[in-house]
């Protein structure tokens, strides 16, 4: 078979299975040999690794991790690609197609049947974003890696610091939960059809133990929401309006630990949301 990774070739397979790629669902195939095997380096795939990739497209990816993995498993949302995705994977049979759709996918379950796996994905960049926020913040057992290609702009954000623009949600919950670093930058010409934004390839190891227990993980997450839903107030008027908390209360709560409220939460740190989050719970348990 033709290499996926020639644009024609990406074209001829397309027109013979009458596809018309669907902007909603983010198609935007690699056809850059160089890109798809930093990726799979990145991700240091190996014949021991169970990996799962997201949106397989016509296959592009699916082919380098197969080459090199011991089982990989592709979800695919787009049901017209399958007959594509039988045809250009049929040499690989580690090789699982399951027509899933991400965002509604049950991870826990597809994990406790493999254990954990290296989840490696070109993701459409309309559903990167919830993606990321959903498997570190509800399904970071299930992975020993992450690596995604993904908008530059959220990579960005992913590792963003305290006092930048980019430093929000995302930035605190994916610092909280992993170890994260941009791996490399891609150019949007190495794409088909070409998207146009530049892209980055990000990767992050998940925490196997955090510092809060499973049981306080979900207020400090309601809390680094609460203050960057209202990110031009002020951490103390953002809590407020969040859990209805007196203000005087809340300042002096703050102050037992040095905290000033009176900041935005653009510049609090990973540890100083955590403590907030200590602080906040006998209040919200209603230990008062």
């Known amino acids: 078979m033709s290499k996926l990774s020639n644009p024609a070739v990406v074209a001829a397979l397309l027109t013979e299975h009458g596809i018309r790629l669907k902007q909603k669902w983010g198609q935007n195939f690699l056809v850059d040999e160089n890109i798809l095997r930093k990726i799979v380096q990145t991700a240091e795939v190996g014949p021991h690794d169970h990996v799962l990739e997201i949106g397989p497209g016509i ?30 994977l049929g040499p690989y049979p580690q090789v699982e197609i399951l027509l ?12 406790a049947s493999c254990g954990p796996v290296k989840l490696v994905a ?52 994916c610092r909280y939960a992993s170890q994260v670093e941009i791996a490399f930058t891609v150019p949007h010409t190495v794409f088909f059809p070409r998207p146009e934004v530049a892209s980055a390839v990000v990767k992050m190891v998940p925490y196997g133990q955090t510092v809060l227990a499973a049981g306080e993980e979900p207020l400090f997450y309601q809390t680094v929401e609460a203050v960057f839903a209202k990110r031009r107030k002020t951490a103390l008027n953002a809590l407020h309006a969040a859990f209805g908390l007196d203000k005087e209360k809340l300042l002096a709560l703050a102050g037992r630990a040095s905290l000033d409220l009176s900041r935005r939460g653009e510049t609090f740190t990973v540890e100083e949301f955590v403590l907030l989050a200590r602080l906040l719970a006998p209040y919200l348990h209603g230990n008062r």
Request: net charge positive.
């Open 59 to 88: 296959g592009t990816l699916t082919q380098k991790l197969a080459e090199r993995a011991g089982r990989v498993t592709a979800f695919e949302v787009d049901s017209r690609l399958l007959p594509v995705l039988a045809k250009t």
């Open 100 to 111: 899933q759709d991400a965002l509604a996918a049950d991870y826990n379950g597809f994990c």
């Open 122 to 173: 070109n993701l459409p960049y309309n559903i990167a974003t919830p993606l990321i926020y959903r498997w570190l913040k509800q399904h970071r057992s299930c992975f020993s890696l992450l690596v995604c290609m993904v908008q530059k702009e959220v990579a960005e954000r992913l590792v963003a610091l305290p006092g930048s623009k980019a430093y929000g949600t995302l930035s605190v919950v």
